[in-house]
Each structure stands twice: as C-alpha cells, then as structure tokens.
C-alpha cells in the first residue's frame, strides 16, 4: 500500500485549497493518505519553522519530504504552470464557451445547428463577456490598454471608455433593432478599427511583446494574432449591421 502524509492548514475561518487539490491527487494516484490538520497559525508556524519552509501544504511520501502542491504535481510528471506565462487559455475559454450559447441559441430558435445568426450571437457574447472581464478592474486594464492603444495614448478618458462601448455593441446586436443597431455598428466600427490598428503597429510593425488587455488587465494573454482577429470580427459585424439596417432610414 502506497503511503502518504499531508500536513495542511485547516481554520475555522481558512482551509487551505491547495492542501485540498494535494488530497485529492494523491488519492487519485492510488495513496492512502494520513490527513494532518494545522488548525492555528501557532501550529502553523511551528511546522514551517521545523521543515524551513515558508508554506504549507507538506506533504511526505514513505516518509520522505516531497515538498509543497506544485511539487507533489512535478513529483508525478504533471507540468506547473507559472502565473506569469504567456497564455491564450482565457481566450479559448470564452470563445468556446459563447460559441456553443451561441449554437443553442440557434437551435433553440430556428431547430438548426448554424446560420448567420449563430454568428452574430458569437460575436455579440463575445463582446458583452470581454467587457465583463475588462469592467471587473477598469483600473487594470488601463494600465495595460494604454500600453498599445494609439487613441487612448493621446486622450487617456478613452481607455475608461472603451469597455463600456464595446458592452454596449454586444447588447445592442442582441436587440436587433434597426436605429440602436446603427449606432452600434458605428461604435463598433471605430472601436474596433482604432485597437486593431493598435494591435498591427504593436506587434507587427514596432515588434514589441505585450500583454493583451481583451481578457482584463490581469491577463497573461499575449497581444497578438487573437487580439487582431477580435478587432476584424467587431469591425466586420459593424460592417454587416450598416448593410443590414440602413436601407431601413
């Protein structure tokens, strides 16, 4: 039987999650684990002072110190990933996710799979689900838009701006009414031709690496081919919502 001890904090008020995930890893791989609970900062400290480690979980496999979670995750061959890595996990994650709202959207409605609204629900969700993510700290993505953005570099207000603009685009391609939707397809024309000309210079022209704002501030996304294809679908529905609504006026 293969043994395994894990020391880990365990308050009335804080139960450490990474103690949690170094349970649960170690029983998936077949360990019998003695579950060692650290219940105040006293016994806290006092094991990180007997081990000279600065954090806690420990965990100890046949009675040898493995180390904290992230080396029990090297420990079995499973890559750790670092927080400051470039990444377009966030990305892929919300555009698969609108995308298939975006296909039961269509099949709710119309019993198909795809049409051109699916895409135009994609796009929309899209927008009103990065601008979430920008409006969850405005001050964060400040700081990183106004690293690339040509129009926010000139008028800084227009960084505060910019993701209430592209909410308001998506919301108003959900409402599908003629006159908001022309306005809508201007703002999103401007919007979306100035960053991609932003993004162009940036990476393609000036070659700088940037972290890319589309996900928030705090991202690790790089700025770069995602961030261009972004722009080219918010100009490109603009585009389609003139065509489509100003026979209308």
């Not at 795809?114 to 700290?137: G, H, N, Y």
Request: charged share 15%; proline share 2%.
């Amino acid at each position: 039987m293969k043994t395994a001890v894990v020391y880990r904090m365990v308050k009335p008020d804080h139960v450490c999650p990474f103690g949690l995930k170094a349970l649960d890893l170690l029983e998936r791989n077949g360990y019998q684990v003695e579950d060692k609970h650290l219940t105040n900062d006293a016994e806290t400290q006092a094991l990180k002072d007997k081990l000279n480690v600065k954090t806690t979980p420990q965990i100890f496999i046949d009675g040898e110190r493995i180390g904290g979670y992230d080396d029990l995750q090297a420990f079995f061959g499973k890559e750790v990933s670092e927080s400051t890595e470039m990444s377009y996990t966030p990305v892929i994650a919300i555009f698969a996710t609108t995308a298939l709202a975006s296909i039961s959207l269509t099949w709710g409605f119309s019993s198909t799979l795809f049409s051109v609204q699916t895409i135009i629900w994609f796009v929309a969700l899209s927008m009103i689900v990065l601008a979430i993510q920008k409006l969850q700290d405005l001050e964060s993505f400040t700081n990183q838009f106004l690293g690339y953005d040509l129009l926010a570099r000139k008028v800084v207000r227009y960084a505060y701006v910019y993701p209430f603009a592209e909410a308001f685009v998506g919301i108003a391609m959900l409402a599908d009414v003629a006159w908001l939707s022309v306005v809508a397809a201007i703002v999103a024309i401007f919007i979306g031709g100035i960053n991609g000309l932003s993004v162009f210079k940036a990476v393609y022209i000036d070659k700088r690496e940037l972290k890319c704002a589309c996900v928030g501030g705090n991202s690790n996304v790089p700025l770069g081919f995602v961030s261009l294809t972004e722009n080219i679908m918010m100009v490109g529905m603009g585009i389609y919502m003139l065509m489509k609504f100003s026979s209308t006026f």
